[in-house]
């Protein structure tokens, strides 16, 4: 069975440093990968999506996320961070063994100090 | 275009009684979720329509919970009888037709049960 398992629940970062949100997954089958981001009193938005093309997947605002099968990763990176990237980060999966069934991560709450 | 349309935006009840929420997708979408999002924590997937079909409602807590997705179209699903931890956000989604397309959310109804 799939899962993800996003290994922080806080990350706090100061403007203009690099920003790095850890995710592991678990799948039997080559899986379709994903980050959301959710501000508050929003919607979920599409950061970006890995499904077996290029192992480096960049996305809006900067964000880019490495598909490492070797490590069961999928973290999520941004050079410099702005007071706007503060929000809720979801790490997602989905895999065709798990009837396509779509999981998401904890969340990973991004802070960003001025 | 549209986005996903949810109503509505925000529910108040008390325990046992009956709520429903309304979720129309985008256009042409053939498949539908409905997740559940307990403060704090990622949304949890409780049912996945393709078309008019049930793909996946392993985590739908059936002796309460109902959904329906009639024509294919817009959805509603339903709580009877609401309990306390059923307050949550309920997002629902929709992507074109396969896995690894983008899901696009509606904001959610906010259920709050006292």
Same mark, same amino acid.
């Given at each position: 069975?799939?899962?993800?398992?996003?290994?922080?629940?806080?990350?706090?970062?100061?403007?203009?440093?690099?920003?790095?949100?850890?995710? $592991?997954?678990?799948?039997?089958?080559?899986?379709?990968? +994903?980050?959301? /981001?959710?501000?508050? $009193?929003?919607?979920?938005?599409?950061?970006?999506?890995?499904?077996?093309?290029?192992?480096?997947?960049?996305?809006? $605002?900067? +964000?880019?996320?490495? #598909?490492?099968?070797?490590?069961?990763? #999928?973290?999520?990176?941004?050079?410099?961070?702005?007071?706007? @990237?503060?929000?809720?980060? #979801?790490? /997602?999966?989905? @895999?065709?063994?798990?009837? #396509?069934?779509?999981? +998401?991560?904890?969340?990973?709450?991004? +802070?960003?100090?001025? | 275009?549209?986005?996903?349309?949810?109503?509505?935006?925000?529910?108040?009840?008390?325990?046992?009684?009956?709520?429903?929420?309304?979720?129309?997708? !985008?256009?042409?979408?053939?498949?539908?979720?409905?997740?559940?999002? !307990? &403060?704090?924590?990622?949304?949890?997937?409780?049912?996945?329509?393709?078309?008019?079909?049930?793909?996946? %409602?392993?985590?739908?807590?059936?002796?309460?919970?109902?959904?329906?997705?009639?024509?294919?179209? %817009?959805?509603?699903?339903? !709580?009877?009888?609401?309990?306390?931890? %059923?307050?949550?956000?309920?997002?629902?989604?929709?992507? &074109?037709?396969?896995?690894?397309?983008?899901?696009?959310?509606?904001?959610?109804?906010?259920?709050?049960?006292?």
């Amino acid at each position: 069975a799939q899962s993800v398992t996003q290994l922080d629940s806080h990350v706090s970062v100061s403007e203009g440093t690099p920003v790095l949100l850890r995710c $592991n997954y678990s799948s039997s089958y080559s899986p379709s990968l +994903f980050w959301y /981001v959710q501000h508050p $009193n929003k919607g979920l938005q599409l950061l970006l999506k890995y499904t077996s093309a290029a192992t480096l997947v960049k996305g809006i $605002n900067g +964000f880019e996320a490495e #598909f490492k099968k070797s490590e069961t990763s #999928f973290h999520l990176t941004k050079p410099s961070a702005h007071m706007s @990237d503060a929000a809720e980060y #979801f790490c /997602v999966v989905s @895999d065709p063994t798990g009837g #396509f069934k779509t999981i +998401f991560g904890a969340g990973t709450r991004l +802070f960003v100090k001025a | 275009e549209a986005g996903v349309a949810q109503s509505p935006r925000y529910k108040i009840i008390e325990k046992r009684q009956s709520v429903a929420f309304w979720c129309n997708p !985008i256009s042409g979408h053939a498949t539908l979720y409905w997740y559940q999002q !307990i &403060l704090g924590q990622g949304p949890k997937l409780l049912i996945q329509f393709q078309n008019n079909g049930v793909v996946d %409602d392993s985590q739908l807590p059936k002796d309460r919970f109902s959904a329906e997705r009639l024509k294919g179209v %817009d959805s509603t699903l339903k !709580i009877q009888p609401a309990k306390l931890e %059923d307050s949550a956000v309920y997002l629902c989604a929709s992507t &074109l037709d396969r896995v690894d397309t983008e899901a696009f959310f509606g904001q959610g109804t906010r259920l709050t049960v006292v």
